[in-house]
Each structure stands twice: as structure tokens, then as C-alpha cells.
């Protein structure tokens, strides 16, 4: 008899259930797609991000990946803090800017490995002992070029602007501050092409 797994959230692409003091990430099936597509793009997807979170797990702080021999989950350690979309706001202002200048050394890191996180939010970290760890890599892809990062970086400055609008202009300051000490001439052209971006979408609205 399979053991119940208590489900820690949803979405459209995966069920998070914790297990003891892991989490495994289950991929969802997509009913519209010809189950032979589905189950590929699921496998795909899976082991994409299993390599992300290896590779990278060298670099930034991400959970430990364990060994699964299901092509639609990924098993990895529960991480136990303060989920930052959350409690960001209620820290003290030098805590705040303290944790986005972490941030922002940790994504300029991520990026000189030309890593790309794809879903860039508060809600996809975790702040344990100090330590930023940066969850779900599930649109994460690697090779990322000047405009993925300034994609990246423009998905961060929404949803700071959104979630934690009361500072948002200070958090992301902070958040830029640290990128630049990771390679400053590269990090100026990331934040060139971000602005760029927005430009774009500016002038589409």
C-alpha cells in the first residue's frame, strides 16, 4: 500500500507533496496533449531541471536532488524557512536590504553560468539561517543569453513591485547593487537590455 502524501501546493505544472523531510515534485499531465507528446515533454522537463539544480547546486544554495527512478518527479530536501514573498516585508529595513543584496550577488552568479531561473519572485525563495535558497526551477534553462537574464531580472522587478510595493524601488536598488559586484561590465549590459525590455512593453500597451 502506497503511503498518502500530504501536498504542500499546486500548480499548472506540478503537485508538491512533502515526504518525512523531503519534497517531491510531480510533473502534471496535460490532457490536451497526445499522451505520447505528454509523457516526452514531461521527461524532458523533469530531467532538465534535475540538472539545473546539480549543476548549479555548486554555485547558489538550492535543494539537494536525490536519486527517483519515476521520469515524472523529482525528490529533493525540505527546506525549512522563511519563504520571502511572506516575511520580506516584516524584516527590519537593513535586514531587507541585506537579503537583496545577497540577491542580487546570488542571481549575478546564477547568470555568469549562464543559468536562467525563468520564474524569478519572492515566492521561490527561501531564507534559512541567513542563507537565500532559491526553489523551483521548473522554466529554469541553461545558455541563457543577455535578454533571457534581462528577462529574469524584469520578472524579479514585477513582482517586487506588486508583492512588496511599499519598498519596492529600495529592494530592488539593494537587489541591482549586488548584481554589479558579479563581473560589473557584464552586469551592466544585463540591466542595459532589461531596461530595454520594458521599453518594449511600454510601447506594446
Known sequence: ????????????????????????????SKSYRIA????KI?????????????KIREIISV????????????????IEGDKLSKTLDNYP??????????????????????????DLTTSNMILKNNKIFLIDFGL???????EDKGVDIHLLKQALEAKHFKSWKNLFAK?????????PKEAAKVFERM???????????
Do not use: C, W
Open 175 to 183: 537587489f541591482e547593487q549586488g548584481y554589479k559586484t558579479i563581473k
Open 36 to 39: 505520447e507528446l505528454d509523457k
Open 93 to 118: 529595513k537593513p535586514k531587507q536590504e541585506r537579503v537583496m543584496l545577497d540577491l542580487g550577488k546570488i542571481i549575478g552568479r546564477l547568470h555568469q553560468s549562464r543559468i536562467i531561473h525563468g
Open 63 to 78: 535543494p539537494k536532488i536525490y536519486p527517483s527512478k519515476e521520469e515524472d518527479k523529482i525528490i529533493m530536501d525540505y
Open 1 to 28: 500500500m502506497k503511503k498518502k502524501l500530504k501536498p504542500l501546493s499546486s500548480g499548472a505544472e506540478a503537485i508538491i507533496y512533502l515526504d518525512g523531510n523531503k519534497v517531491v515534485k510531480q510533473r502534471v
Open 195 to 205: 531596461k530595454a525590455i520594458e521599453r518594449r512593453g511600454r510601447y506594446r500597451h
Open 42 to 54: 514531461i521527461k524532458q522537463r523533469t530531467k532538465s531541471e534535475t540538472k539545473i539544480l546539480t
Open 140 to 146: 529554469g534553462f541553461q545558455n541563457g543569453q543577455y
